[in-house]
């Protein structure tokens, strides 16, 4: 026969073990709020990123095309210049050194033009490169996304599982002395 202290004792600890229990679901809720939140931030910032780093690249692309097409508007400036100087000269020499001038600068504005459009074609394959990988950055973004979103849900029913043991062993009411915490939650073991 158990004295009155002891007995006192024992109800005071079922108690407050009670009450620990009672708090778990709330607990595992708040923890499933926030992983929630995580995962919402996560996704968030991920897609914030990929946007600036596309608007970025398309910043730069544009930039580069611009700069390279003001370079071949100045090398054909420059061309036309110079054929317009040796058509000058040429005039005095007669019309076989003319036609061999003439020739000459339409060679000249020929390779301007073929250099401005292999500018304008290597300004475009950087465009497109710079825009590939944006666009590779924002799939593996994503794809970490998608995995963070499929590691969130097996924890939030990994803590669904767990709060249905917690609740299973909380709502046993036989329990015996000489069993531990992890034996009355080892579901499993007890069915």
């Known amino acids: 026969m158990l004295d009155r202290p002891e007995e006192e ?18 607990k595992i809720s708040a923890i499933l709020e926030a992983a929630e939140s995580a995962a919402d931030e996560i996704r968030q910032t991920a897609r914030r990123e ?8 398309e910043k730069q692309a544009a930039s580069r095309i611009d700069e390279l097409t003001r ?4 090398v ?3 061309a036309e210049e110079y054929a317009s100087d ?13 036609r061999e001038v003439e020739e000459e600068v339409r060679r000249l504005v020929t390779e301007a033009e ?3 459009r292999a500018m304008r074609e290597a300004a475009q394959h950087m465009a497109e490169q710079i825009q590939r990988d944006a666009r590779d950055r924002h799939e593996r973004l994503q794809k970490e996304a998608k995995a963070l979103e499929e590691r ?4 939030v029913e990994g803590l669904r599982d767990l709060a249905a043991q917690l609740q299973d062993a909380l709502i046993e009411p036989e329990r015996r002395e000489d069993e531990s915490l992890v034996d009355v939650l080892d579901v499993e073991r007890r069915r």
């Open 50 to 57: 990929a946007l600036e780093i596309v608007q970025m690249a």
């Open 76 to 78: 054909r400036a420059e």
């Open 9 to 26: 004792m024992r109800a005071g600890s079922e108690e407050s073990g009670q009450r620990n229990h009672a708090d778990v679901p709330g």
């Open 71 to 74: 370079e071949a508007e100045r």
């Open 114 to 116: 073929e250099q401005a």
């Open 152 to 155: 969130r849900q097996r924890v």
């Open 86 to 98: 040796i058509r000058t000269a040429v005039d005095s020499y007669g019309s076989q050194q003319r």
